[in-house]
């Protein structure tokens, strides 16, 4: 009779062995100057960049605040909801939209636009929306602007 175990176990005790240095590890984790100490000192710190450029945009209608949050805080596929919340300002639903509909530009008769702003210099931003989902933004242009702006 073969007495080696069988495969099984071999796999059984590994993945025995993995669980129970991941479950002594998770008060490890919690400890200063660990990985998740990191990111969680890191996360407050972005959080408060980005309180810091809704302020702006929301108390003085800074031009380079609303284009760092377009840049940096809006994606393709957030709601109109999800998009007011990270820009700090309800977006207004524009009626008139013949213009962003024309042929070739990448938006279909039933999407709906939303304009958020003005900022201090007059300039609006409209955002396109595709059953419920922001569509055909590109955060780099905003980035690229913002970086002119700046001076940079």
């Known amino acids: 009779m073969d007495a080696t175990p069988p495969r099984s176990a071999h796999w059984f005790n590994l993945v025995l062995v993995f669980g129970c240095l991941l479950l002594a590890s998770c008060e490890t984790l919690k400890a200063p100057g660990s990985t998740a100490d990191w990111f969680a000192r890191n996360n407050k710190s972005h959080e408060k960049e980005v309180q810091s450029y809704r302020t702006q945009w929301q108390t003085r209608r800074d031009r380079a605040a609303i284009r760092w949050l377009l840049a940096n805080q809006v994606h393709n596929g957030q709601t109109p909801d999800e998009v007011s919340l990270r820009v700090g300002e309800v977006g207004t639903r524009e009626q008139n939209t013949r ?31 595709r059953e419920g989902r922001l569509v055909n933004f590109d955060a780099q242009v905003f980035a690229d602007k913002e970086k002119a702006a700046v001076g940079i």
């Open 99 to 129: 213009e962003f509909k024309r042929e070739g530009d990448g938006f279909r008769v039933d999407d709906e636009f939303f304009r958020f702003g003005p900022d201090r210099q007059g300039e609006v931003y409209y955002l396109g929306f």
